[in-house]
């Protein structure tokens, strides 16, 4: 069964922590990210979610992040798995909306 309450941790050195998730699948917790260029965490981001509650443990979830060190939002979407060593794995895709100042500039800001 999957269970997202813990701690996470990317590739790419980010981390979160899920708090509970509630028996509707509802979730909050906090965001880590690092930057490509340091080491260094940036300071940690609100992340709200919610996830399919799924008899067979491989449910899809999605979250967003609201960026406490810029201007953007990011939202996940992903799934849960049971890797070869049996421990669950999360696999996920986001996009991240910057702010921009010109509606001219919009093609820009989704990445």
């Known amino acids: 069964q999957c ?3 813990g701690w996470w941790k990317n590739d790419l ?3 979160m922590h899920v ?3 509630d028996n509707q699948g509802n979730f909050s917790g906090v965001y880590y990210t690092t930057l490509w260029d ?3 965490c940036i300071e940690p981001s609100p992340l709200i979610g ?3 509650l799924d008899e067979d443990g491989q449910c899809t979830f999605g979250f ?4 406490k060190f810029s201007d953007s939002t990011a939202v996940f979407v992903g799934q849960c798995f049971a890797g ?3 421990r669950e794995v999360l696999q996920t895709s986001w996009l991240l909306r910057e702010k921009v100042y010109c509606l001219p500039n919009n ?3 989704t990445r």
């Open 38 to 40: 340091t080491p260094q």
């Open 64 to 67: 967003t992040v609201s960026c």
């Open 50 to 52: 919610s996830q399919h």
């Open 19 to 21: 708090s509970a998730v």
């Open 13 to 15: 050195g980010s981390k």
């Open 3 to 5: 269970n997202l309450t």
């Open 84 to 86: 070869d060593d049996g």
């Open 107 to 109: 093609w820009k800001a």
